[in-house]
């Protein structure tokens, strides 16, 4: 998933600041853009811990366009920062209600869409499939790669934690 940033242009006596629309309250700041970038990084990987630890469903990510005529970002530069297996141990994450419910026998896909509370028509909304389809994805455990891309995208998730 790509997350979009609005970076906050420093200088000298200025640090540039790093927002990330998508993750309300998910902000950083550095000296440098290189530190800068690589401390959001660290923000939305501890966010999204945070977030997943709480039960709450992880936001989707917009497109920079979605966020860039908007006044409060006037001024800002836009970048993305990748969040997947490569960008943080968030994504790694696999928490132990999920890991449990696999053990005693649900799917991954189920066992995160309940750990996440959402309904079949949730999750099917996102994949913009019928929820009987999306039924039936979720009780296979032997699908497609491509398919469990789409699903764990839907569900906010890194590939990792539903092929395991």
Known sequence: ??????????????????????????????DTLEEAMRNVR???????????QDGECVPAASQVQDHAN??????????????????????????????QAVVD???P???WREYLNLGHADVAG???????AY???????KLRKSSLEKI???LGLALEQLDF
């Open 152 to 154: 764990a995208g839907a």
């Open 105 to 107: 026998g649900v799917t």
């Open 70 to 99: 908007k006044p409060e970002f006037r001024g800002f530069v836009w970048a993305v920062v990748k969040v997947g297996v490569a960008s943080g141990r968030s994504q790694a994450t696999i928490p132990h209600a999920v890991m």
């Open 1 to 30: 998933m790509l997350y979009p940033i609005a970076i906050e242009p420093g200088d000298d006596t200025h640090a540039f600041g790093v927002i990330v629309p998508d993750l309300p309250g998910c902000f950083s700041a550095g």
């Open 126 to 132: 996102r994949l913009g499939i019928s929820q009987s």
């Open 109 to 111: 896909v189920k066992a």
């Open 135 to 141: 039924s039936q994805q979720e009780a296979s455990d």
């Open 42 to 52: 660290e923000a939305i990987d501890f966010h999204l811990e945070w977030i997943s």
